[in-house]
């Protein structure tokens, strides 16, 4: 049984999210400033059904899936594309794959002790983020 994300979880670590912004074309005037946030996590997970929610000062992201189900992303707002998007388990990793115009594109999440991790991949560029349990 995969772990249970649930929670709030603030942002401790951010290592290469310019790069990875780079990766996607996102102007340098939304990246200067998006380097300088940290934003929060408000994770509902129930069975195959997760709501990820990405709080900042500066832009909220909502995600709302259903795990093993292929669905568009409209990512207005981060890089303003939309892609067909999967989610699923490998082990206790919650893996996602999105498929567009941006090559090698997608995340994984998982815990470990008190922290939950996130690999963030765009072409070559992977950006490391880290939040704490609150």
């Keep these: 049984m995969p772990v249970d994300l649930s929670g709030y979880w ?3 670590s951010n290592e ?3 790069g990875y912004m780079k990766a996607l074309d996102v102007n340098v005037a939304i ?3 998006a380097v300088l946030l940290k934003p929060d996590k ?5 069975g195959d059904h997760l709501i990820i929610k990405t709080l900042s000062t500066f832009k909220n992201y909502n995600m709302d899936f259903y795990v093993g189900k292929e669905f568009e992303e409209d990512l207005a707002g981060v890089d303003d ?3 067909m998007t999967t989610i ?5 990793k919650l893996v996602c794959v999105q ?3 941006i090559e090698g594109r997608g995340w994984t999440h998982w815990v470990e002790g008190d922290e ?3 690999e963030l991949r765009a072409k070559d560029a992977v950006c490391k983020q880290v939040f704490k349990k609150t």
Aim: aromatic letters at 8%; one cysteine or more; proline letters at 0%.
């Design 116 to 118: 939950l991790h996130l």
């Design 16 to 18: 290469n999210f310019e």
């Design 88 to 92: 699923n388990w490998e082990g206790d």
């Design 31 to 33: 990246r200067k400033i």
């Design 10 to 12: 603030k942002m401790v």
């Design 81 to 83: 594309r939309k892609c």
């Design 99 to 101: 498929k567009g115009e």
């Design 42 to 46: 408000d994770i509902v997970h129930d």
